[in-house]
């Protein structure tokens, strides 16, 4: 009976179960400690409410105005007024404004129908400013409509219980009175939000756990589905600008959104000044309060003034898609929030439908690529406008492809080899040249194999007179070294001459002092190798997301490299012939070759761009610089002499899942909730 009893036992549904109720009480924990306190508090850092000692100021009839001064320093997000009805209906209508040294930064028209009795209005600014101490603040009520017996009136202390402020009616001090009044901010809004994202996780894993389990779905469309909701988690969690230089690739694609709308290059919207002034988005909840007041909000783009400003020294195309995405903005009359989100979405459909394809193409280690560019940093960059977003996926296609005509060799043609050519000449010139040993990947493919589109050139050299895989790469060598030396040639030039301030603005080293200091620099090489070979590896992965000040636990980093290693350890038996015939052909060696040449050409860009003169190793490189190259490292393990000869995808897919999730969480609690 307790055999039949176990062999019924349905161990996937028992394990979907697991993981659910795991993930459960994971939020509910995180919800008691984190978001309800929070969410539960309402910050007033001034609140004048005296109670019985106050009297009401008059009916607040036609042309009657009011004004309150005072000082505030911090966040401010709303601000309150306690009004009175006389306990009747009341006709007509008031301006409630807010002033900051005589410029206003907020205003709302209210009906004196929509006022309760005796109860504080609250006002909500259109997106939460943070104000120094040092500037004064109005809080002016001035009535529109209104008249005798039927208009409302204001709370005034009888006391003068605010001696920062002054308080005016009709321009007429009363010194010895202040409105009733509240200023501070409410962070409400984080736990239905929280609890929104947490159900759409929940419901997607229960999802994809059900898809794996009973039904026979492709990685490739798993990966689509996986990879948009957690880069949309990642848009809204570590919202722009915060991932590095980002403020930078913002404006350089506003710039090419202007010309994308055919506006004029230096053009810029009133609407959208403050994107020249520094970010409006803050570090954790403030970031979160702007975008949930403000997202979808709409501008006046009716006025542009002219600011001389020119995009980052990058190929264009790299902001291609984030300018689309805020030219779309920018037509509709969003706001800039939303105009900065829109940019930073529309690379994410990008980079989740180029990636979708590689996987796709992938002949072998599909569930490698699947694991890399839903690494943290993968997905950070990927969510957001950095043009590291159109990069990786762009080089995921590229070895996808090179991989793609390696193994079917029976389906090399001329035009798939342009397509390969035409990969290699977009990537080549990115940051300054230093993917350029990506060209490595034409040597993968058997292009003796390719026939000539013309007779003349088969003939030439069918006779021998030469050989057809040397004509190839000579091919290719000239179509890769137009783009890069029309995009890079400028810069090479300035970093081959003499010292420069570099983005630090200091004099940094250059090309010459490596020529005439060889031992000096190779020293200087290795004490970096010595000194910050683990911060390469786990940032690459995402150990410190946003701009390098959001710390991840090594744990999940660890548990990210794991998941990685076992994807490129397990191989099905379907896919075993392309994986023989990969490292038959020692391809293995060029790959090697590549990441070694791609991690020291990242270096030497460094240490003349960046790195301070005197300075004993180099600084300014972060892991994700070697994002494109992480699957080549684990593609390294083809050749390994053990494999797992077994599917294990399932595992491998709800294992990324539910790093993810708790990813997630740690970003919250560091970013947010710290």
Known sequence: MSLNFIDKIDIKKICMVIVCVFIIITL??????????????????????????????????????????????????????????????????????????????????????????????????????????????????????????????????????????????????????????????????????????????????????YLL??????????????????????????????????????????????????????????????????????????????????????????TSIYMNFRPHNEPFYLYLFSAIGMATARSLNFNLETLIISGSLMNLIFYTFVTYLAIKLMPFGKMVLFCVALFPMSIQQAASNSPDSILNALTFLLIAYSCYLAVNINKITIRNYILLTILLAIIAPIKGGIYLPFVLMCLLVPVEIIKMPYKCIDDLLKNKKIRKDIFVYFCTFVVISIPFAILTLNRIFFV???????????????????????????????????????????????????????????????????????????????????????IKNKNWIVIALLCVSVFTLTLLAMFIAWTAYGSSFIDGAQGRYFTPVIPLLFLLLAKAPIAIKRNINSILIVSIMVLQFFTVINVLEVFAFS
């Open 213 to 302: 389990a009973y039904r026979k779905v492709v990685l490739e469309n798993i990966f689509i589905i996986v990879a948009l909701v957690i880069g949309i988690t990642y848009l809204f969690l570590i919202p722009p600008p915060q991932t590095p230089d980002e403020i930078t690739h913002i404006i350089s694609s506003y710039y090419y959104s202007s010309r994308l709308l055919g506006f004029p290059n230096d053009a810029v919207s009133e609407a959208d000044i403050y994107l020249f002034r520094g970010p409006r988005l803050g570090n954790g909840l403030c970031s979160y309060k702007i975008l949930y007041e403000t997202l979808f909000g709409t501008a006046d783009r009716s």
């Open 496 to 582: 081959a001459t003499e010292a420069h301030p570099g983005h630090a603005q200091r004099a940094t080293y250059t090309v010459s002092f490596i020529i005439q200091n060889p031992i000096d620099f190779l020293f200087i090489f290795i004490n970096t190798l010595h000194k910050l070979s683990d911060f390469y590896i786990l940032s690459a992965v995402g150990s410190r997301l946003g701009s390098l000040n959001i710390p991840i636990q090594g744990s999940l980093i660890f548990g990210f490299i794991f998941v990685a290693f076992l994807s490129a350890l397990s191989v099905e038996e379907s896919i075993m012939d392309g994986k023989n015939l990969f």
């Open 28 to 209: 509910i924990n995180f919800d008691r400690v984190f978001v309800a306190p929070i969410s539960n508090q309402i910050l007033y850092t001034i609140d004048i409410n005296p109670g019985f000692d106050a009297i009401p100021v008059g009916e607040m009839v036609e042309g009657m105005q009011i004004r309150q001064t005072f000082f505030y320093e911090g966040w401010m997000s709303k601000f309150s007024v306690q009004f009175a009805t006389y306990a009747r209906y009341n006709y007509g209508k008031m301006n409630v404004s807010l002033y900051i040294n005589n410029n206003r930064i907020y205003e709302s028209i209210v009906e004196y129908q929509e006022i309760e009795d005796n109860v504080f209005r609250s006002f909500l600014l259109h997106y939460p400013i943070y104000v120094s101490n040092d500037y004064e603040l109005q809080l002016l009520i001035t009535a529109l409509e209104g008249d005798s017996g039927s208009s409302i009136t204001t709370w005034i202390s009888i006391n003068d219980d605010y001696v920062k402020g002054d308080l005016y009616v009709d321009d007429i001090l009363h010194t010895e009175s202040n409105l009733l009044f509240r200023v501070g901010y409410s962070n409400a809004f984080i736990r239905p939000v929280f609890w929104g994202f947490a159900l759409l996780w929940l419901f997607v894993i229960m999802v994809i756990m």
